[in-house]
Nanobody, 121 residues
Framework: VQLQASGGGLVQAGGSLRLSCAASGRTFSSYAMGWFRQAPGKEREFVAAISWSGGSTYYADSVKGRFTISRDNAKNTVYLQMNSLKPEDTAVYYC???????????????WGQGTQVTVSS
């Protein structure tokens, strides 16, 4: 599976962005998908994940209630809708694919290239 993340950019605090992650291959619907982020000088951290069917979603406490993960298996795409953005959300955001949902990066087999999100105060 090859993953291509997009949709990042510069936004003011309180604003919104929607990230997309397009996957190649016909097996996309069999993978759980996750979003992670890494800010400068910090470790990569889990943001959100979704089961292969889309029926189950998982969020880090820091984004719960503000971010929504979703997927469209017909389009081989997973999304991350980010609302009420804060400066601390500034990071490079990565999408990843795994056989089962996980909260740790090592549980994911395939990674996209990352997209920069910058939230100004």
């Amino acid at each position: 599976v090859q993953l291509q993340a997009s949709g990042g950019g510069l936004v003011q605090a309180g604003g919104s962005l929607r990230l997309s992650c397009a996957a190649s291959g016909r097996t996309f619907s069999s993978y759980a998908m996750g979003w992670f982020r890494q800010a400068p000088g910090k470790e990569r951290e889990f943001v959100a994940a979704i089961s292969w069917s889309g029926g189950s979603t998982y969020y880090a406490d820091s984004v719960k209630g503000r971010f929504t993960i979703s997927r469209d298996n017909a389009k081989n795409t997973v999304y991350l809708q980010m609302n009420s953005l804060k400066p601390e959300d500034t990071a490079v955001y990565y999408c990843a694919a795994a056989g089962v949902v996980g909260y740790q990066g090592y549980e994911y087999d395939y990674w996209g290239q990352g997209t920069q999100v910058t939230v100004s105060s």
